[in-house]
């Protein structure tokens, strides 16, 4: 079946970039998703990018999407505070099912 | 549109009780989800319906576990008999075909 992987845990400083790596193994996905959970609190989403895409850039977000290798990655550019949270990454399949990773947690440091 | 909508946030039960959780989608998603967060397991599908239909209920863990789909505005999971170990954060979330989903706050079960 279909597989999604993350690695747990992120630290960061304050001002440094962060990179959340994330392997899927459904070569059909359609859209690969980047969702943000803070504490308390639902999935958000954050950005997605369409599979035939190898990179998207949203202000301090870049997606990159090596289909390849499934692997796909998000960089945040200079990380916040309020950027500590759990970040997951979804993968649709067929039917529009969703299969998430396990999260993972970033810790930002001030 | 006030976004997924899902009831109660917080539920504690006793074991052996049964519990419902209620979910109202985004109106004109033809898609909804029902997903259990864990510590041990993180994020898993239990089931997902289109229009109104189930779809795969693979997720679903045990017999224990029904959820319904009576019309395109809401959706409930039930546990009947709840047991300790199906404490968890549950979460709903609906889409419209072929875009993002989008995810309610979650309903907090403690089962005692």
């Known amino acids: 079946g279909e597989d999604v992987e993350q690695s747990l845990f992120l630290s960061v400083r304050e001002g440094d970039s962060s990179v959340i790596n994330c392997t899927y193994t459904?070569?059909?996905?359609?859209?690969l998703y980047w969702y943000k959970q803070e504490p308390g609190a639902g999935l958000q989403l954050l950005t997605y990018?369409?599979?035939?895409?190898d990179m998207k850039q949203d202000q301090r977000l870049t997606v990159l999407l090596n289909k390849k290798d499934k692997h796909l990655s998000l960089r945040i550019a200079d990380t916040q505070t309020g950027d500590s949270a759990i970040y997951f990454c979804a993968e649709s399949g067929a039917g529009n099912m969703l299969t998430f990773g396990g999260g993972t947690r970033l810790m930002v440091k001030p | 549109d006030a976004g997924v909508i899902q009831s109660p946030r917080h539920e504690v039960t006793e074991m052996g009780q049964e519990v419902t959780l209620r979910c109202k989608p985004i109106s004109g998603h033809d898609y909804l989800f029902w997903y259990r967060q864990t510590m041990m397991r993180g994020l898993e599908l239990l089931i997902y319906f289109n229009n109104n239909v189930p779809i795969d209920d693979s997720g679903m863990p045990e017999d224990r576990f029904s959820a319904k789909m009576p019309n395109a505005s809401f959706s409930t999971l039930k546990i009947q008999p709840s047991e300790p170990r199906d404490s968890a954060v549950y979460f709903c979330a609906s889409m419209a075909q072929e875009t993002e989903a989008f995810f309610g706050q979650g309903t907090r079960l403690t089962v005692v």
């Open positions: 990018i369409f599979s035939n895409m």
């Open positions: 459904d070569s059909s996905s359609t859209y």
